[in-house]
């Protein structure tokens, strides 16, 4: 097989992943000529393509060495690793992305007495994840009939064809409309940036390397806000103090004014008018909160 020479990231083509991961990848500098109808895009700056595909082939793509990364919930790539045979290439979580967050739930209908996993000996549950079920059901010594469904699991205890389910949750409002509540979670699962175990060690790696050290730039000053603020030195101690966490702030001196110092914070999330009105009553002038946009350490 021809060696590539450029990065190619599998990623959804439509669906809940599609505009945060691309949202993403523009942070890292990243765009791509749209052809969004298409299933490859043609990466304008950077030698890096895309390829959308549903998510569920993305972990195979990666595996069989098609594409380089892909973006897909850690709930796909752990399923993938659960049920594919050994001789797969093993993959590699590389990055948590911080989005599409849900959770694998074993949820069971309102009225059922559960008293925990032997609760669910001898009964059916519906899933869409058999590897991670599986799992879980070894784990507690649960034995259990496993339905393999590939949608609408939810309406498997209505309908009568199992008596739990086993199905991504995220604000429960899915289980509620259906008369379940949840009863376990199995896994914690956001989208992740997936690789292979070892890297590519050719121009691919170079820009592997150079896209996790953006990628982690962008991750780490996502929510991070930049706090500007002057104050007297006597009240430098009380405002410290306030100050929401972050590594210590950088203190700058005021010209002409030997009592007067700039402070500057990084703050790892959002930084409210309240949080800000006590500070100013520490004592705190000329106050600034900036967003950030790039970081490179
Ligand atoms: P396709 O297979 O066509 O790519 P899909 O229907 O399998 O699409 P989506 O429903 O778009 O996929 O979900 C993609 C991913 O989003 C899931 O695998 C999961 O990681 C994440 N996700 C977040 N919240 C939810 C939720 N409430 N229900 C389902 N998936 C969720
Ligand atoms: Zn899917």
């Not at 059901?137 to 590939?150: C, G, Q």
């Not at 790892?268 to 800000?276: D, H, K, N, T, Y």
């Not at 009553?281 to 950030?292: D, F, I, N, S």
Request: net charge negative; charged share 25%.
């Amino acid at each position: 097989m021809k060696q590539r020479d450029r990065l190619r990231i599998a990623m959804q083509k439509s669906g809940r992943l599609t505009e945060p991961a691309l949202e993403l990848l523009n942070r890292c500098g990243l765009s791509f000529r749209q052809s969004r109808d298409k299933l490859f895009c043609f990466g304008e700056g950077e030698p890096v393509d895309l390829l959308l595909v549903r998510d569920d082939d993305i972990p195979g793509l990666i595996a069989q060495g098609v594409c380089d990364l892909g973006i897909v919930g850690r709930n796909v790539l752990d399923e993938f690793r659960l049920t594919t045979g050994r001789d797969a290439a093993p993959l590699n979580e590389l990055r948590p992305l911080g989005f599409g967050r849900c959770r694998l739930s074993i949820a069971v209908p309102q009225e059922l007495d559960y008293q925990g996993p032997q609760t669910l000996e001898g009964e059916r549950i519906a899933t869409s994840y058999p590897g991670l079920l599986g799992e879980w059901l070894r784990t507690h010594a649960v034995n259990a009939s496993v339905i393999m469904l590939s949608g609408s699991v939810e309406i498997a205890p209505k309908l009568g064809t199992a008596d739990a389910i086993c199905d991504l949750v995220q604000s429960g409002g899915t289980l509620v409309a259906n008369q379940l509540r949840e009863a376990e979670v199995l896994l914690e699962s956001e989208a992740v940036l997936a690789g292979p175990l070892t890297l590519p060690i050719d121009e691919r790696g170079d820009m592997l390397e150079l896209l996790l050290k953006r990628l982690d730039g962008v991750i780490q000053v996502r929510e991070s806000r930049l706090l500007l603020l002057q104050t007297s030195r006597s009240s430098l101690e009380a405002i410290t103090r306030l100050l929401p966490g972050g590594p210590q702030p950088t203190l700058l001196a005021v010209a002409g004014q030997p009592d007067q110092l700039m402070l500057q914070a990084l703050c790892a999330g959002e930084v409210s008018w309240r949080q800000l009105e006590e500070i100013k009553k520490a004592g705190a002038r000329e106050m600034y909160v900036l967003p950030v946009e790039k970081m490179l350490a």
